[in-house]
T-cell receptor, first 112, second 114 residues
Framework: EPEVTQTPSHQVTQMGQEVILRCVPI?????FYWYRQILGQKVEFLVS????????KSEIFDDQFSVERPDGSNFTLKIRSTKLEDSAMYFC??????????FGPGTRLTVT | AQKVTQAQTEISVVEKEDVTLDCVYE???????LFWYKQPPSGELVFLIR??????QNEISGRYSWNFQKSTSSFNFTITASQVVDSAVYFC???????????FGSGTKLNVKP
């Protein structure tokens, strides 16, 4: 069964550094999402992406964050100048046609 | 405003007991979807069920059952004859009809003891 993959599974970075989290969507999926889960807390929506542009973003998704689909396959989340509070699990989700979101296994980001 | 409330932070049961996880939601939309996800200790989100607001029929899948009551804005999840492998955090979520984003509850941690 096709599945969403995310790399790396765990990323450790120093405060102030830039990180790029990668997601490989299920083939033919058209809608892409990023969510964040701070340890022990609920999953929070960050951004949705369709047709090469952001459809919707939350108040969490400030100028520090950006998303793109650079090569038509990978879907990336870039965090510029990471902060301690960016430490969280980041989930990518993809969706064939506004029907159902399939979640990836997540990338655990640790900012030290 | 959209909101999902899971009032039970943590529940502990002994294996073979039945357990119900509560979910109450708020939305101004007339059509929407409700979901349950399981998050085992390994951290991934495992899809359990999707329900649209037009369908209030209860659903049973093996030991799992779901009770959707639009009148009380609730979508409760019952595990019958719980097993140790059911130990996880369970999230209820709400989505508008266009699926543009999910609103998750804060989760209920279920501990099933042998």
């Amino acid at each position: 069964e096709p599945e969403v993959t995310q790399t790396p599974s765990h990323q450790v970075t120093q405060m102030g550094q830039e990180v790029i989290l990668r997601c490989v969507p299920i083939s033919n999926h058209l809608y892409f999402y990023w969510y964040r889960q701070i340890l022990g807390q609920k999953v929070e929506f960050l951004v949705s992406f369709y047709n090469n542009e952001i459809s919707e973003k939350s108040e969490i998704f400030d100028d520090q964050f950006s998303v793109e689909r650079p090569d038509g396959s990978n879907f990336t989340l870039k965090i510029r100048s990471t902060k301690l509070e960016d430490s969280a699990m980041y989930f990518c989700a993809t969706d064939p046609s506004s029907y159902e979101q399939y979640f990836g296994p997540g990338t655990r980001l640790t900012v030290t | 405003a959209q909101k999902v409330t899971q009032a039970q932070t943590e529940i502990s049961v002994v294996e073979k007991e039945d357990v119900t996880l509560d979910c109450v939601y708020e939305t101004r939309d007339t059509t929407y979807y409700l979901f349950w996800y399981k998050q085992p200790p390994s951290g991934e989100l495992v899809f359990l069920i999707r329900r649209n607001s037009f369908d209030e029929q209860n659903e049973i899948s093996g030991r799992y059952s779901w009770n959707f009551q639009k009148s009380t804005s609730s979508f409760n999840f019952t595990i019958t004859a719980s097993q140790v492998v059911d130990s996880a955090v369970y999230f209820c979520a709400l989505s508008p009809i266009n699926f543009n984003k999910f609103y998750f509850g804060s989760g209920t941690k279920l501990n099933v003891k042998p």
